[in-house]
């Protein structure tokens, strides 16, 4: 028998269908390109300005650096100008000084040797006041050890005048040096030998502060801090040099011990602390 033909059904043929109507299905339209943003306009810059780049901090740090740098010498050059200038005027005064001796000289001469012999006297006097000037000098010659006290006057808190060479006469000495009174490590040094005083006076020893400030000023710090000594005032720090203990327009914080009746330098102690000067005075006066 001849084979059967194979029935076509509709599932047959569904995908067929199925097919053409994904076909048909319209396309999606493409996307739309986007708009084009507007340009942005550029910041108008300085030249100058555009050059400098942001550095490090450690540049920053140089930058400095080399700014000090350039101020000190700036300075250094205007304080060489200035000596240049202070040296070209003692030049010009030289000169005109020189015209005027000259005049004189020649007038000197017509007159005759009169004047001479007038000139000749007067040096013969200058010379012994000059020695006179230097023993003066030799007089408030520094102090060590085994020095005695000078005889120079000094004013107290009151105004009154005092001998240094007779403070020792009847005991031993010990004097502080303040730099300013009235500040807190002078206020600190003299309030401990204030609380110190008894300790002091047990021993033979009387207690003077020294300071290059007015009788008015150490007035005030006396009465506002109730000391029991004597304040002396040193104005222009002729006895605080004497002592070691100046060091250009200031007073270096010291304490020194002097013998009674002699009156002899037994112990200089220059660049002390506030806290431990009396202390230190104190060891050492027990030590004697």
Same mark, same amino acid.
């Given at each position: 028998?001849? =084979?059967?033909?194979?029935?076509?059904?509709?599932?047959?043929?569904?995908?067929?269908?199925?097919?053409?109507?994904?076909?048909?299905?319209?396309?999606? =339209? @493409?996307?739309?390109? =986007?708009?084009?943003?507007?340009?942005?306009?550029?910041?108008?810059?300085?030249?100058?300005?555009?050059?400098?780049?942001?550095?490090?901090?450690?540049?920053?740090?140089?930058?400095?650096?080399?700014?000090?740098?350039?101020?000190?010498?700036?300075?250094?050059?205007?304080?060489?100008?200035?000596?240049?200038?202070?040296?070209?005027?003692?030049?010009?005064? +030289?000169?005109?000084?020189?015209?005027?001796?000259?005049?004189?000289?020649? /007038?000197?001469?017509?007159?005759?040797? /009169? =004047?001479?012999?007038?000139?000749?006297?007067?040096? /013969?006097?200058?010379?012994?006041?000059?020695?006179?000037?230097?023993?003066?000098?030799?007089?408030?010659?520094?102090?060590?050890?085994?020095? /005695?006290?000078?005889?120079?006057?000094?004013?107290?808190?009151?105004?009154? *005048? +005092?001998?240094?060479?007779?403070?020792?006469?009847? *005991?031993?000495? +010990?004097? &502080?040096?303040?730099?300013?009174?009235?500040? @807190?490590?002078?206020?600190?040094?003299?309030?401990?030998?204030?609380?110190?005083?008894?300790? &002091?006076?047990?021993?033979?020893?009387?207690?003077?502060?020294?300071?290059?400030?007015?009788?008015?000023?150490?007035?005030?710090?006396?009465?506002? *801090?109730?000391?029991?000594?004597?304040?002396?005032?040193? @104005?222009?720090?002729?006895?605080?040099?004497?002592?070691?203990?100046?060091?250009?327009?200031?007073?270096?914080?010291?304490? &020194?011990? &002097?013998?009674?009746?002699?009156?002899?330098?037994?112990?200089?102690?220059?660049?002390?602390?506030?806290?431990?000067?009396?202390?230190?005075?104190?060891?050492?006066?027990?030590?004697?």
């Amino acid at each position: 028998m001849p =084979p059967r033909k194979k029935e076509t059904t509709e599932e047959a043929t569904e995908p067929e269908r199925r097919s053409t109507r994904i076909r048909d299905m319209p396309t999606k =339209p @493409p996307p739309a390109a =986007p708009a084009a943003q507007p340009a942005k306009r550029a910041k108008k810059t300085d030249p100058e300005l555009s050059e400098w780049k942001p550095t490090k901090k450690a540049s920053s740090k140089k930058r400095k650096k080399a700014d000090l740098a350039a101020e000190d010498a700036e300075d250094a050059e205007d304080a060489k100008t200035k000596d240049v200038e202070a040296e070209e005027k003692p030049k010009k005064k +030289v000169k005109t000084e020189a015209k005027a001796t000259k005049g004189k000289k020649a /007038a000197a001469g017509k007159e005759g040797a /009169a =004047p001479a012999a007038a000139s000749t006297s007067e040096a /013969a006097t200058a010379q012994p006041a000059a020695q006179g000037g230097n023993e003066a000098k030799k007089e408030h010659s520094a102090l060590t050890i085994g020095s /005695a006290l000078p005889q120079m006057i000094l004013k107290n808190e009151k105004g009154d *005048n +005092v001998d240094l060479s007779t403070l020792a006469s009847q *005991n031993g000495v +010990v004097i &502080f040096a303040s730099p300013k009174a009235d500040t @807190p490590g002078c206020n600190k040094q003299s309030c401990h030998f204030r609380d110190s005083t008894a300790d &002091f006076t047990k021993l033979g020893y009387d207690v003077y502060g020294l300071t290059s400030d007015t009788p008015a000023a150490l007035t005030k710090w006396k009465t506002k *801090n109730s000391f029991q000594y004597t304040l002396l005032s040193d @104005p222009n720090r002729e006895f605080i040099a004497m002592l070691g203990a100046k060091t250009g327009n200031a007073t270096k914080r010291s304490h &020194f011990v &002097f013998e009674r009746e002699t009156g002899k330098l037994l112990d200089a102690q220059i660049g002390v602390k506030p806290d431990t000067s009396h202390s230190a005075a104190l060891e050492f006066i027990k030590g004697l």
